[in-house]
């Protein structure tokens, strides 16, 4: 085998026909087997989280949607109390009055 030294190293390095007789720790098809196999475990976990992302972004729009709906809800409910109310201390019905009393909070008990 043709031993170069450091000068015509540097100056012959692409040359094909001389082997330079780099000191390699793994060989070349081992490393490549592990990047490859990297490389796989890669895209496989991006593809994972990419769908989880997605599917959490559904759920979360899918409930931001419902909280928006029952939040409406509510509002017009406690306007609609309040209406009766008002109508209640107007033109007093003791129905009403036991209706209104029936749909107040009640303080939690500790």
């Known amino acids: 085998m043709n031993r170069l ?28 087997m592990v990047l490859t196999f990297l490389l796989g475990v890669l895209l496989v976990l991006g593809v994972v989280f990419d769908l989880r992302t ?3 972004t559904r759920e979360f729009r899918s409930l931001n949607n419902r909280v928006a709906q029952t939040q409406t809800s509510l509002m017009q409910a406690q306007s609609l109390a309040s209406d009766v109310a008002a109508y209640n ?15 107040q909070p009640k303080p939690a008990a500790h």
Not at 89 to 103: C, D, M, W
Request: net charge positive; hydrophobic share 30%; aromatic share 2%.
């Open 89 to 103: 201390q107007k033109n007093p019905s003791p129905e009403l009055t036991r209706l209104l009393q029936s749909i």
């Open 5 to 32: 030294t450091s000068t015509e190293q540097k100056t012959q390095w692409t040359s094909a026909a001389i082997s330079l007789d780099l000191c390699i720790c793994m060989k070349p098809d081992l490393t490549n």
């Open 54 to 56: 997605i599917n959490r």
